[in-house]
């Protein structure tokens, strides 16, 4: 790298959902590069793990003063990152959402002067949700047009915060990425025998279960493709629409077809157990769990919507219907669960895909490019895309 290192403050939320586990893992792989990498948040991110070289975790501690009637954490943040960038002497603050991340370090950057930069990923919600909310669109177009930067994780997202917020600025079009070391076919075959005998077939689906996420349909592509193929279906994931679903399954008669696993942390080993993965989701900004799955050579079924046609190649690594459609992608799920050659190349065009298109070394590169812009510094050999 010819550049100096940076300073770097990372802001995400810490502990749920796919945008922490992105922004702690572009963390880390900074970190190996020399840069000095500062977490600033309200309690340490699930995915930091262990002690890391180069990586600082600096803790928002809300002030509790009894005139609040609400902890003021927005505040303390827009304050501790004041703090750190001036004791640390950051160079760019890198925060995932915009709400209320952005609007904190545009406080930040307020208090400590111009030379700070901010740099804001958006990463679905504060955008196909929050900025639905009328009461809320005036606060996420300033979040993002007062950034020096702002990224997002699929073009249909930038289409979206566009159309909604009537945004006319650059927004740099950076996906998210596995990371080879971590997602890759693990042997479990082992493991596999604790869910289906030999010769059956395992469909997975995983998830926060919520209603966007249509975990009923992923129950009605099962029950078709399981009258086909024996099969297992493995939940992975908690949610307030679990309850729902189990009643669904008493209905359906497959209480013993399918396993609930829970929550779990460290998800490659899981993944890899998989013949399928189901992901038919009403809306995706990306889908990071259909890209974990491509990591680990699982193709996926899954709807056509939002960011997925970006990452899930039709007819390459997986297949794609309208939302919706479950007999569409049960057809889709049984030809490759019948078909042992279409299921080989559907495997290896994933693990092509996941290394190249979405690989840790490139997005990496293109955020580091996108600080050193911002800084006024010359920009490496990847050029991010803008739409």
């Given at each position: 790298m010819n550049q100096r290192p940076l300073k770097i403050g990372i802001t995400c939320y810490p502990s749920l959902g796919g945008s922490g586990v992105v922004a702690t893992e572009l963390g880390k792989l900074l970190a190996e590069q020399g840069h000095q990498v500062h977490f600033i948040a309200h309690s340490i991110p699930f995915r930091l793990g262990s002690f890391h070289k180069n990586i600082c975790y600096h803790e928002v501690e809300v002030n509790d003063y009894y005139v609040f009637r609400y902890p003021p954490y927005d505040l303390s943040l827009a304050s501790k990152m004041a703090q750190v960038a001036n004791m640390q002497q950051l160079d760019v603050l890198h925060v995932h959402y915009a709400v209320p991340h952005a609007v904190c370090a545009f406080l930040a950057k307020k208090m400590v002067g111009d030379q700070l930069k901010v740099v804001t990923t958006l990463h679905g919600t504060d955008i196909t949700v929050l900025a639905q909310d009328?009461?809320?669109?005036?606060?996420?177009?300033?979040?993002?047009?007062?950034?020096?930067?702002?990224?997002a994780?699929?073009?249909?997202?930038?289409?979206?915060?566009?159309?909604?917020?009537?945004?006319?600025?650059?927004?740099?079009?950076?996906?998210?990425?596995?990371?080879?070391?971590?997602?890759y076919p693990r042997d479990v075959d082992?493991?596999?025998?604790?869910?289906?005998?030999?010769?059956?077939?395992?469909?997975m689906h995983i998830s926060n279960f919520r209603p966007v996420k249509r975990v009923g349909d992923v129950l009605e592509i099962f029950a078709r493709v399981n009258e086909e193929v024996p099969s297992k279906l493995l939940l992975v994931g908690e949610g307030p629409d679990l309850p729902k679903i189990q009643c669904r399954i008493q209905e359906l008669g497959l209480n013993d077809r399918?396993?609930?696993?829970g929550k779990k942390d460290e998800i490659a080993h899981v993944i890899s157990m998989a013949d399928v993965l189901l992901l038919p989701s009403e809306k995706e900004s990306?889908?990071?769990?259909?890209?974990?799955?491509?990591?680990?050579?699982?193709?996926?079924?899954?709807?056509e919507a939002g960011g997925i046609p970006e990452l899930v190649a039709h007819g390459e690594t997986g297949f794609l219907a309208p939302i919706g459609d479950t007999d569409a992608m049960a057809e889709y799920a049984i030809r490759i669960l019948?078909?042992?050659?279409?299921?080989?190349?559907?495997?290896?065009?994933c693990l092509e895909r996941a290394t190249t298109m979405f690989?840790?070394?490139?997005?990496?590169?293109?955020?580091?490019?996108?600080y050193y812009r911002v800084l006024g510094q010359e920009v490496g050999e990847l050029n991010p895309v803008c739409g």
């Amino acid at each position: 790298m010819n550049q100096r290192p940076l300073k770097i403050g990372i802001t995400c939320y810490p502990s749920l959902g796919g945008s922490g586990v992105v922004a702690t893992e572009l963390g880390k792989l900074l970190a190996e590069q020399g840069h000095q990498v500062h977490f600033i948040a309200h309690s340490i991110p699930f995915r930091l793990g262990s002690f890391h070289k180069n990586i600082c975790y600096h803790e928002v501690e809300v002030n509790d003063y009894y005139v609040f009637r609400y902890p003021p954490y927005d505040l303390s943040l827009a304050s501790k990152m004041a703090q750190v960038a001036n004791m640390q002497q950051l160079d760019v603050l890198h925060v995932h959402y915009a709400v209320p991340h952005a609007v904190c370090a545009f406080l930040a950057k307020k208090m400590v002067g111009d030379q700070l930069k901010v740099v804001t990923t958006l990463h679905g919600t504060d955008i196909t949700v929050l900025a639905q909310d009328e009461s809320l669109k005036d606060l996420i177009r300033l979040a993002i047009n007062e950034s020096d930067a702002v990224t997002a994780v699929s073009q249909d997202l930038i289409s979206e915060t566009r159309e909604l917020l009537d945004i006319t600025r650059d927004i740099d079009l950076t996906y998210n990425f596995v990371d080879p070391r971590v997602y890759y076919p693990r042997d479990v075959d082992a493991l596999r025998l604790d869910y289906a005998q030999p010769g059956e077939k395992i469909l997975m689906h995983i998830s926060n279960f919520r209603p966007v996420k249509r975990v009923g349909d992923v129950l009605e592509i099962f029950a078709r493709v399981n009258e086909e193929v024996p099969s297992k279906l493995l939940l992975v994931g908690e949610g307030p629409d679990l309850p729902k679903i189990q009643c669904r399954i008493q209905e359906l008669g497959l209480n013993d077809r399918v396993f609930f696993l829970g929550k779990k942390d460290e998800i490659a080993h899981v993944i890899s157990m998989a013949d399928v993965l189901l992901l038919p989701s009403e809306k995706e900004s990306f889908g990071l769990v259909a890209l974990e799955a491509m990591g680990c050579g699982v193709p996926t079924v899954g709807s056509e919507a939002g960011g997925i046609p970006e990452l899930v190649a039709h007819g390459e690594t997986g297949f794609l219907a309208p939302i919706g459609d479950t007999d569409a992608m049960a057809e889709y799920a049984i030809r490759i669960l019948k078909d042992d050659g279409l299921r080989d190349n559907l495997r290896k065009a994933c693990l092509e895909r996941a290394t190249t298109m979405f690989s840790n070394d490139r997005i990496r590169k293109e955020y580091e490019q996108i600080y050193y812009r911002v800084l006024g510094q010359e920009v490496g050999e990847l050029n991010p895309v803008c739409g």
